[in-house]
Nanobody, 128 residues
Framework: QVQLVESGGGLVQAGDSLRLSCVLS??????MAWFRQAPGKGREFVAA????????????SMNGRATISQDKNISQDKNTMYLQLNNPKPEDTAVYYC???????????????????WGQGTQVTVSS
């Protein structure tokens, strides 16, 4: 069974850097991704990465401020994914979710239905 647990959220000042973590336990998935949901809005894609780290995709709205990466611990059957967000802005305030899925097509990665498992989310609040 796959479990996803996010951490690293909290209150940050605009302009500071922020790093979120997501630990995936269980069978490996082809793709892992970050989505976010701001108050009163739908969930939106942030970034995704393939299991080997060889392919990544970012939402245009990130404007180069986000970096997705991962560490694999094969012996423990765990995969940790990170999202580094530089120069966060108040509009980055949202609940950030990690997700895992098995689509090998980067064209599908921004779509929620490309993912099977989801974490509970971690709140990020950026103050001005």
């Amino acid at each position: 069974q796959v479990q996803l647990v996010e951490s690293g959220g909290g209150l940050v000042q605009a302009g500071d850097s922020l790093r979120l973590s997501c630990v995936l336990s269980g069978p490996r998935s082809y793709t892992m991704a970050w989505f976010r949901q701001a108050p009163g809005k739908g969930r939106e894609f942030v970034a995704a990465i393939s299991w080997d780290g060889g392919s990544t995709r970012y939402a245009d709205s990130m404007n180069g401020r986000a970096t997705i990466s991962q560490d694999k611990n094969i012996s423990q059957d765990k995969n940790t994914m990170y999202l580094q967000l530089n120069n966060p802005k108040p509009e980055d305030t949202a609940v950030y979710y990690c997700a895992s899925g098995n689509s090998p097509l980067p064209s599908t990665w921004p779509q929620e239905d490309a993912y099977v498992y989801w974490g509970q989310g971690t709140q990020v609040t950026v103050s001005s």
